[in-house]
């Protein structure tokens, strides 16, 4: 039986709420074949673009070309079945198809002036403004023209061009522009660009991430130490979310190399491991591999040994990465050019190869331990009558204040409070105010100093004798920044004589620690539910440092756990990190079956979007496994065990 244009609509509704990914574009392709086959006719054009859109976000946009063709085929033969929301969003789609044919070079360069050209002349005899026509022609002459002139014309032609409804979102220009003018040597000009639009606070999928890191490689090639530290706290907060930001991330790579912090660098490598070994189109890893091999020449250049470890690159330090990368992006390089019929992408990669010589020295510490106030702190007013409360009061409002908008000014406040708390022996307020310092320089990047600090806090509320639940907390919070293998074994000593407190047996119910004996059974029911989260960290800590059997063994053990206390939503977690760590450990066949039954307990439990999420990690297993064909079928089980 045909579903109404309301039911079928309603599906699709529900299709655009997933997260993108495998399991939403499958869902999406699963809606336009039912559609295509049955109807409504109303809402396929609704199909088509919700295809498109699952596809172009969810790094899959070689496949969008065909669903794409199909709306404009519909278009053109039932118009009428176009509302007008429908039509915007086809033609808006014609700047991700004309972006993306670019970015494979097996697309011809005929082709590609073919769809820019039909491109023009449909947003033309439908009356459409020509913005986006003018950024697809520049777009295309940046990558393919080998005349410089041209190139600047197209883009002070797409600049020039009236904004209309099919513009790039006000967020997202600024930086579009501001990689051209970065490129070609106008820093100054790009700089200035962006911190003219910055007050107006823009948002949108890849904003601001993508404007501040070029913020940062203009002022980085201005030599404007400031300028650099001051943008890079303010978008490295930005690099985490829901869509690929693999492009600004490589940039934080090519800046932080280039600014003496190797550590940072490498770990924001690990980020875009996947990009560096292929898992975008070619234009895309082209664009990472040329800021991360920028970044690789400068580690090289400073200690060639230095260790790096990454799946799927024979490398193990910063020389050997070095040389695979330069090697990668010549050949995708190569490819273009031979696609283009001239040297204009080798050029480009050569020119920016340029920019290894040229570094910078910038401290992005957040965190200080020197007997000098921390930065970004500001001595309180004092008055003859305030007390040592009254001074670390004060700071810690003026910290909580500055936390959303200013988190690096915030960090030193929290610091300067708890120096301020320690000396006056206010071990347990200093304790909680240097982790939420910590944690703030852990979300700004410093993670060492995040590390350092964390480490203090705890020292700090153990010699207060604070009761273990709360030091629980801060233990687990800890665990999200601690990464190198002397801090991981520390915490992990932390965490366990923790469990060893809240675990303890007692004479009776009111001797249990906790925090008071006024309901000693409730208190020993708590001291077990933060015993049960701290083991499942240590497992997370133990997949964190790369030891992922005696992760996989620690989270088995916590789910099982957590089923037997009946919390199916702590159970589904564990179980996740049960299948991740499996299969990071090898065991790809075994970490199958627990992906899918956490996906299907967040299913279950209304976690759609967790759902669909490990839905994607165990098709990629799958496809590892060389049993691609099953996915199906194995949806289709994961939706039938959570109904």
Not at 147 to 159: G, I, L, M
Not at 413 to 436: K, M, P
Not at 475 to 494: E, F, H, K
């Amino acid at each position: 039986m045909t579903r109404s244009s309301f039911e079928a609509g309603t599906a699709l509704n529900a299709v655009n709420n997933l997260p993108y990914g495998a399991t939403r574009s499958a869902a999406a392709l699963a809606e336009v074949e039912q559609i295509e086959a049955e109807g409504p006719a109303e809402v396929l054009a609704y199909a088509y673009n919700t295809l498109v859109d699952s596809y172009v976000w969810g790094e899959e946009v070689d496949k969008a070309f065909v669903p794409f063709t199909r709306a404009l085929r519909l278009y053109d033969e039932r118009p009428d079945l176009f509302d007008e929301q429908d039509s915007h969003s086809l033609f808006w789609s014609f700047k991700w198809m004309t972006g993306h044919l670019i970015d494979f070079p097996t697309v011809t360069a005929e082709q590609i002036a073919a769809t820019l050209a039909d491109m023009e002349q449909r947003f033309a005899v439908s009356g459409r403004g020509m913005n986006a026509v003018r950024l697809s022609a520049y777009k295309w002459l940046r990558h393919s023209s080998p005349d410089d002139a041209a190139v600047d014309a197209a883009y002070d032609a797409w600049v020039a061009t009236p904004r209309d409804d099919y513009s790039q979102c006000e967020a997202c220009e600024p930086g579009d522009r501001a990689a051209y003018l970065v490129d070609v040597g106008r820093s100054e000009e790009a700089a200035r660009l962006i911190e003219s639009v910055l007050p107006d606070d823009p948002h949108c999928a890849t904003e601001p991430a993508d404007m501040l890191s070029y913020l940062q490689l203009a002022y980085l090639e201005l030599g404007d130490v400031e300028g650099v530290r001051r943008a890079h706290f303010r978008g490295v907060r930005h690099l985490d979310g829901p869509y690929d930001l693999s492009g600004p991330t490589s940039r934080y790579v090519e800046v932080l190399a280039r600014t003496g912090n190797t550590e940072r660098a490498l770990r924001m490598l690990e980020r875009i491991a996947d990009v560096v070994t292929g898992s975008r189109d070619p234009g895309a890893r082209l664009a990472v591999l040329t800021h991360v091999g920028i970044a690789a020449r400068v580690l090289e250049a400073d200690e060639p040994r230095t260790a790096v470890s990454l799946p799927g690159v024979p490398a193990s330090d910063v020389a050997g990465l070095a040389a695979w990368v330069d090697v990668q992006a010549d050949e995708i390089a190569a490819a273009f050019d031979a696609r283009n019929g001239n040297d204009v992408a080798s050029r480009h990669l050569a020119d920016a190869r340029e920019r290894a010589g040229r570094t910078l020295d910038v401290d992005l510490g957040v965190l200080s331990f020197d007997a000098a106030p921390a930065a970004g702190a500001a001595p309180a007013a004092a008055s003859e009558d305030d007390s040592d409360e009254d001074v670390v009061e004060r700071l810690l409002e003026a910290a909580a204040e500055a936390e959303e908008d200013e988190p690096l000014a915030a960090a030193g406040l929290y610091r300067e409070a708890a120096r301020e708390a320690e000396a006056a022996g206010l071990l347990h307020t200093a304790g909680i105010a240097l982790a939420e310092a910590a944690a703030l320089a852990a979300r700004l990047d410093d993670h060492d100093g995040a590390a350092t600090g964390f480490r203090r806090a705890l020292a700090l509320l153990v010699a207060d004798e604070v009761d273990p639940r709360d030091i629980g907390q801060i233990a687990r919070a800890a665990a999200r920044s601690t990464t190198r293998d002397d801090d991981v074994t520390a915490l992990l000593g932390t965490i366990d004589r923790l469990v060893a407190q809240l675990t303890e047996p007692a004479a009776d119910a009111a001797t249990a620690p906790g925090h008071g004996s006024a309901l000693p059974e409730r208190e020993v029911r708590l001291n077990g539910l933060e015993a049960l989260e701290l083991r499942d960290t240590r497992a997370r800590l133990l997949a964190t440092v790369g030891r992922f059997t005696e992760a996989a063994a620690e989270a088995r053990a916590t789910a099982e756990a957590h089923r037997a206390a009946g919390v199916r939503v702590d159970e589904a977690h564990a179980t996740w990190l049960l299948g991740k760590s499996l299969a990071a450990a090898g065991d790809l066949a075994g970490s199958l079956e627990p992906l899918a039954a956490a996906a299907t307990l967040f299913s279950a439990t209304r976690q759609t979007r967790l759902a669909s999420s490990v839905s994607d990690e165990a098709l990629d297993v799958l496809g590892r496994l060389g049993r691609a064909d099953e996915g199906p079928a194995l949806l289709a089980r994961i939706a039938d065990d959570a109904r």
